[in-house]
């Protein structure tokens, strides 16, 4: 083979190697960028859910543009998990309880999402709290 055939085979697998963006997109590409691209700071799960979520119409871009921001946003807490107790929660009867215990998630998701960092529960918490505000079945 010529040495001008080594030279084009180089540049090919250096430009395929490079990380360089190809020519045709991923399926989730423009939702993975504007998930990446949301830098504001919100309030509320639901100001950022509802900012992401905006110009997207399918359930699955919705969910991939949650996941997402969530996963490019939020670390993992390792003091929190090394740290961690026992939650008890003092209510009068079994709706006190669940109405304690919605609030709770509430608090979380949202403390989450402020400090950008927490334990596996966190991160479901606030999913599911996200997908609560966009009107995406959680299970």
């Not at 991923?26 to 309030?43: K, V």
């Not at 110009?55 to 807490?77: H, M, P």
Request: hydrophobic share 40%; charged share 30%; net charge positive.
């Amino acid at each position: 083979m010529p040495l001008a055939h080594y030279r084009l085979l180089a540049l090919l697998l250096i430009y395929l190697f490079s990380g360089k963006p190809s020519l045709a997109q991923t399926p989730f590409q423009r939702i993975d960028s504007l998930a990446i691209h949301t830098t504001t700071e919100y309030e509320t799960v639901d100001s950022l859910a509802i900012a992401l979520t905006r110009t997207l119409r399918g359930e699955l871009e919705k969910a991939r543009v949650l996941f997402t921001w969530i996963a490019q946003n939020v670390r993992y807490d390792c003091r929190k998990f090394h740290e961690r107790r026992d939650l008890v929660i003092a209510a009068r009867d079994e709706e006190d309880f669940q109405v304690k215990i919605k609030l709770r998630r509430e608090e979380q998701a949202l403390k989450t999402m402020r400090r950008k960092r927490g334990i596996c529960g966190d991160y479901s918490q606030l999913y599911q709290a996200m997908c609560e505000v966009v009107g995406l079945e959680r299970r």
